[in-house]
């Protein structure tokens, strides 16, 4: 097996085999070359991450939180100096070309762990004055945390969970994807050799029930759960019954504005990055390329073009550019929507099938003369179909970049700043991007509206997402009871 594991699962820092758990493999999705065999969490296993968690979690929070922090930039350390080996493992694992997860994957990661490793020792409560009395707050942490990730960026959502737990003194039981198994476990490796004691982060495998256990599980103070709406909805539903702290990281459908007055090579590229980056597998994607009339015909040409020119292949060669899709199943529900885009009269600009005869790859897909009501323009694909649209004006383009129950992300292409920022004002999408798209540096606070979501990753944002305020009122002189 060329990235077989030690063991299915690590807890309590030591790696953990079950083998009554049902076995399950993982996949190049390039070639459908086993990679690795693993098992499933029995319900002893789940047990047994939650115990380690809950156990280690107390004296954790105790800790300086500049203590912690050493802890985690020195995860962040071994990552960056692991890139290579990270990278081809999230490329034999998910597919991508190595070309992107060189530099956008285990580098992501380690840079959220030094971003809180840094924020940890700054968190501080407020002091309030009340006359005579007065009131302080303290910041604490919530326990343990669990964390279930989507296939996408396996390591990179593993990490943005996992910095902030650790950092601000809770435990982590992180469940990623069962298409993707394999980073998450690489990270607690790392994490462990750079000194974090046994049970604060814990990786077990397996699917939705595994999942849902850990939800509705009593000792779970938070989850954080990136995935698509159907499971998000589920899983806020069990989390609110224990009236847990949550985090959605949720799907979209989201809007790229390109106004007429735009540099429509720029406006070109982002579309093109916003699509077909990760094989168009990524939450905040501008699916609905809206692009002023006036320009349309320029940018479809530019589009065709530059398209006609990605490079597919090979995702451990330097020089391929996109890469298949995560499973044979991805592969064909985008192809069922490029089929129900034909049907619906939606014009086919370049792409529309499969590419190769073997693995997931489907060819970087473009559509024209979309109109708001076809499926392709309302349900979320997750591959690279781009759907272009055409406006007249800005208040029409608000209001059907608006006309979906997503509200992840959104951009806007315009040279006129005064009308970006008054376009971004009304847009209903948590993260927007003026002349740019898909950046998500961990400074900025990242999270959805909508049904896309509730709570931010990243940035001071996530402070609110993984501690709790505790007040404390002091009182400082007589009590005067009535009584
Ligand atoms: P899914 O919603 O299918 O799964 C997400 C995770 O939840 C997986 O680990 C899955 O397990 C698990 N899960 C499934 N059912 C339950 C349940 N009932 N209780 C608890 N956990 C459960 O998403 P995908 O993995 O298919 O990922 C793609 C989706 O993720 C897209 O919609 C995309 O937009 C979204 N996404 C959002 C991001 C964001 O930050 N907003 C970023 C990246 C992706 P398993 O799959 O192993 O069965």
């Known amino acids: 097996m060329r990235a ?107 840079d959220a762990l030094e971003y809180f490793a840094g924020f940890a020792p700054t968190v501080t409560g407020q002091t309030i004055p009340l006359g005579r009395d007065m009131a302080y707050t303290l910041r604490e942490p919530l326990g343990v945390c669990v964390g279930i990730g989507a296939w996408n960026y396996p390591i990179q959502i593993a990490c943005w969970k996992a910095a902030p737990a650790l950092a601000f003194g809770n435990a ?33 495998q397996g699917g939705g029930a595994c999942g849902a256990a850990l939800v509705s599980d009593p000792r779970v103070a938070k989850v954080s759960l990136t995935g698509s709406v159907p499971t998000g909805r589920r899983v806020y539903a069990t989390a609110g019954e224990g009236i847990k702290t949550v985090t959605m990281e949720l799907g979209g459908k989201s809007p790229l504005i390109v106004f007429e007055d735009a540099d429509l090579d720029h406006a070109v590229g982002a579309a093109m990055l916003g699509n077909f980056y990760s094989s168009g597998q990524i939450c905040t994607n501008g699916t609905r390329v809206f692009v002023h009339r006036a320009v349309k015909a320029a940018f479809l040409e530019k589009l065709a073009a530059r398209t006609g020119k990605i490079v597919l292949g090979d995702p451990l060669d330097a020089a391929t550019q996109m890469g298949p899709l995560v499973s044979d199943a991805q592969m064909a529900k985008v192809l069922g929507y490029i089929a129900q885009g034909r049907k ?52 029409e383009v608000v209001t059907r970049a608006n006309a979906t129950e997503f509200g992840l992300a959104a951009g806007v292409f315009t040279r006129d700043l005064t009308r970006a920022h008054r376009v971004v004002a009304a847009l209903e999408a948590g993260t927007c991007w003026i002349n740019a798209y898909n950046l998500t540096p961990v400074e900025m606070p990242f999270g959805g509206v909508k049904a ?32």
Request: aromatic share 8%; net charge negative; charged share 25%.
């Open 4 to 110: 077989q594991p030690k063991a299915s699962h690590f807890i309590g820092g030591e790696w953990v085999e079950d083998r009554e758990g049902a076995a399950f493999e993982s996949l190049y999705p390039a070639t459908g070359e086993v990679i690795a065999h693993l098992h499933e969490a029995t319900p002893t296993v789940i047990d047994r991450a939650l115990e380690a968690a809950r156990e280690a979690q107390e004296d954790w929070a105790a800790r300086p939180p500049i203590e912690r922090g050493r802890v985690l930039h020195r995860a962040a350390e071994i990552i960056r100096a692991r890139n290579r080996e990270l990278s081809e493992l999230e490329t034999l694992d998910t597919g991508k070309p190595l070309q992107e997860t060189l530099v956008a994957d285990a580098a992501s990661g380690a």
């Open 172 to 204: 982590l039981v992180f469940k990623p994807s069962e298409m993707t198994p394999l980073s998450a476990l690489a990270l607690a490796e790392i994490l462990t050799e750079a000194g974090l004691p046994a049970g604060l982060f814990n990786v077990i």
């Open 344 to 395: 619906e009269g939606a014009r086919l600009v370049c792409g529309g099938a499969r590419w190769g005869d073997t693995g997931c790859f489907v060819a970087p897909t473009v559509f024209a003369d979309v109109s708001d009501d076809m499926v392709i323009a309302r349900e979320e694909i997750f591959g690279p179909v781009m759907a272009v649209l055409d406006f007249e004006s800005e208040d």
């Open 452 to 483: 896309s979501g509730v709570g931010r990753e990243n940035g001071h944002a996530a402070l609110e997402y993984y501690t709790r305020v505790k007040s404390v009122y002091l009182g400082l002189g007589d009590v005067d009871a009535p009584y």
